[in-house]
């Protein structure tokens, strides 16, 4: 079953380090979504892809975050210069409807947990 | 701002029971869906209701819409303790691509 992949799945840095998160989508999905989940919360929307043009990006997405998704197959999400508050889990979704993504349903990756210390 | 709150935010009961979520939302929807995640995990979607559907079934799951209330409820019957995680309902709206979530209401289902 190829479902939405997540690369790494834990992440622990210090303060200030810079990240790179991997997401692979289901093949042939064209629309892929970033978000971000703090703990007790639902998650947030960050940023979408649909085939490699970024359509869609939240304010939360600050200028220490970049989001690529290079000849729209898997996708990057980078965090420079983390702070404790990047802490949290970033779920990567995929889908392939018609109509627009939120038109259907969301298919979810296991996310990456990142530990800011 | 997250919209989409879900009522009661924590919910527990017995194996065998029904467990009712309800969600609110404040501004026009073109469809709400909702989740499930099991701890530290991703989510899993459940249903998807379009603003012009007022129920929808899937399996022990049923899901209603009333618009004019702007609210929705999902009816998990003869829960199991395999049901135990956190629920969120998700709207989409408007011409935007992304799903806004509740913060979610967690069941815990006792054996």
């Known amino acids: 079953d190829t479902g939405v992949s997540q690369d790494p799945r834990h992440k622990i840095t210090k303060r200030g380090q810079n990240v790179t998160f991997r997401c692979d989508p289901i093949s042939e999905h064209n629309r892929l979504y970033w978000y971000r989940q703090t703990l007790g919360q639902g998650p947030e929307f960050l940023t979408y892809f649909q085939n490699e043009a970024q359509l869609e990006k939240s304010r939360l997405l600050s200028d220490r975050f970049s989001a690529e998704r290079p000849k729209g197959s898997f996708s990057t999400l980078e965090i420079q210069r983390t702070e404790q508050g990047d802490s949290a889990m970033y779920l990567c979704?995929?889908?392939?409807?018609?109509?627009?993504?939120?038109?259907?349903?969301?298919?979810f990756g296991p996310g990456t947990r990142l530990t800011v210390l | 701002s997250q919209q989409g709150e879900e009522d009661p935010q924590a919910l527990s009961i017995q194996e065998g029971e029904n467990a009712t979520m309800n969600c609110s939302y404040k501004?026009?929807?073109?469809?709400l869906q909702w989740y499930r995640q099991n701890s530290g995990r991703g989510l899993v979607h459940l249903i998807l209701i379009r603003s012009n559907e007022r129920e929808k079934h899937s399996g022990r799951l049923r899901v209603t819409l009333d618009t004019s209330k702007k609210s929705s409820s999902l009816l998990i019957t003869a829960s199991r303790a395999a049901d135990t995680a956190s629920y969120f309902c998700a709207k989409s709206q408007g011409g935007s691509e992304k799903l806004v979530f509740g913060k979610g209401m967690k069941l815990t289902v006792n054996p």
């Open positions: 979704a995929s889908t392939d409807g018609p109509g627009g993504g939120s038109y259907n349903e969301q298919f």
């Open positions: 501004t026009s929807i073109n469809n």
